[in-house]
């Protein structure tokens, strides 16, 4: 199976940036996409943003412009490089991938963004 480790997680104030890292390993065959959701208490998981193995991206609205997301293809990494951020972007962001035939996912790493 898949494994995925995230890092880059932690507090910050309104206004400022993190880079979250997730790094797959294990029986990795054909990727189709990797990307990140989040999750607040009481909410759905929702998506944040996307990259197929190509290189075609999408983003929530909620992010479109704050938010960057680029993938290694070699070292099977996704990067989500956020600026600007904004208390409502608290919440635990999970890494996400996509074979061909199945979904993986991270065990979560917490941001908040607060002052």
């Known amino acids: 199976q898949v494994q995925l480790v995230e890092s880059g997680g932690g507090l910050v104030q309104p206004g400022g940036s993190l880079r979250l890292s997730c790094a797959a390993s294990?029986?990795?065959?054909?990727?189709?996409?990797m990307g990140w959701y989040r999750q607040t208490p009481g909410k759905q998981r929702e998506l944040v943003a996307t990259?197929?193995?190509?290189?075609?991206?999408n983003y929530a609205d909620s992010v479109k412009g704050r938010f960057t997301i680029s993938r290694d293809n070699a070292k099977n990494t996704v990067t989500l490089q956020m600026d600007s951020l904004k208390p409502e972007d608290t919440a635990v962001y999970y890494c996400w991938y996509a074979s061909q035939t199945y979904v993986y996912w991270g065990q979560g790493t917490q941001v908040t963004v607060s002052s």
């Open positions: 990259i197929t193995r190509g290189g075609t991206t």
């Open positions: 294990g029986s990795i065959f054909s990727n189709r996409a």
